[in-house]
């Protein structure tokens, strides 16, 4: 098992290969800067959201607006700080007009998120909205209305978390019903990280090649055998 060192040098390794990210190429073309992610690289809880904003994508950080305001209320209700948790998105790069992540734009993206779950190591993992749900959940049908507040065990490439789906906060700053909601499902989160962390799957057992014996050379044909004489 990698050291907590060696995992937080290869995140800084992910990190510079984001930045200079064209795997989509709207987005490299108008975005400001590239939004990583930003947090406690060894955080038992990991929050993943949408796709960064105008605040994000000026100052390269996620949650900086009103969104990242309430997110930090939250968190501090529950005994918890920004500097605690790890915060990332679905997609780095703002998308023209804060619209909705595009399907090639989150399977381009997905496998830094992958490598971000994998490295930092979470034990809960809570998304934020429909996209991130969806996308973590490996269900594009199912939304968060009918999954917000109900946690599971998932197993995301190589880690396996307990997920736990939220409502993103932006939805819930204008409607006081809805933050009620969100500030009862955040009520939770301590009770999740208490429980034992998931059962990690399996290493791949990698099989080392055998090398086969070189089978012995063949006498050369006789020359009559060589012109079809026999």
Same mark, same amino acid.
């Given at each position: 098992m990698a050291t907590a060192e060696a995992r937080r040098e290869?995140?800084?390794?992910?990190?510079?290969?984001?930045?200079?990210?064209?795997?989509?190429?709207?987005?490299?073309?108008?975005?400001?800067?590239? /939004?990583?992610g930003a947090g406690h690289a060894d955080a038992d809880?990991?929050? /993943?959201?949408?796709?960064?904003?105008?605040n994000e994508d000026k100052q390269g950080l996620p949650f900086v607006g009103q969104a990242g305001r309430l997110l930090e209320t939250?968190?501090?209700e529950i005994g918890l700080a920004r500097g605690d948790v790890f915060i990332? @998105?679905?997609?780095?790069?703002r998308p023209p007009g @804060?619209?909705?992540?595009?399907?090639?734009?989150?399977? @381009?993206?997905s496998d830094y998120l992958f490598r971000q779950?994998?490295?930092?190591?979470?034990?809960? /993992?809570?998304?934020?909205?429909n996209f991130s749900t969806k996308l973590l959940r490996g269900d594009p049908a199912t939304g968060i209305t009918r999954l917000h507040g109900r946690d599971e065990v998932r197993t995301i490439?190589?880690?396996t978390v307990r997920l736990f789906p939220l409502y993103h906060p932006a939805a819930a700053l204008y409607t006081p019903s809805m933050l009620e909601i969100l500030r009862t499902d955040f009520a939770r989160i301590p009770?999740?990280?208490?429980?034992?962390?998931p059962e990690q799957p399996a290493p791949a057992v990698v099989v080392p090649a055998v090398e086969l014996p070189e089978e012995p050379a063949l006498p050369a044909p006789e020359p009559q055998a060589q012109l079809g004489l026999f």
């Open positions: 290869e995140l800084k390794a992910v990190w510079h290969e984001c930045q200079a990210c064209v795997r989509c190429p709207q987005l490299a073309a108008t975005r400001t800067k590239v /939004v990583f809880l990991m929050f /993943v959201g949408e796709a960064p904003g105008a939250l968190l501090s990332a @998105n679905v997609l780095r790069c @804060n619209r909705d992540p595009l399907p090639t734009e989150i399977e @381009n993206c779950l994998d490295l930092i190591q979470p034990r809960v /993992v809570c998304t934020l909205g490439g190589p880690r009770d999740l990280l208490a429980q034992p962390a």
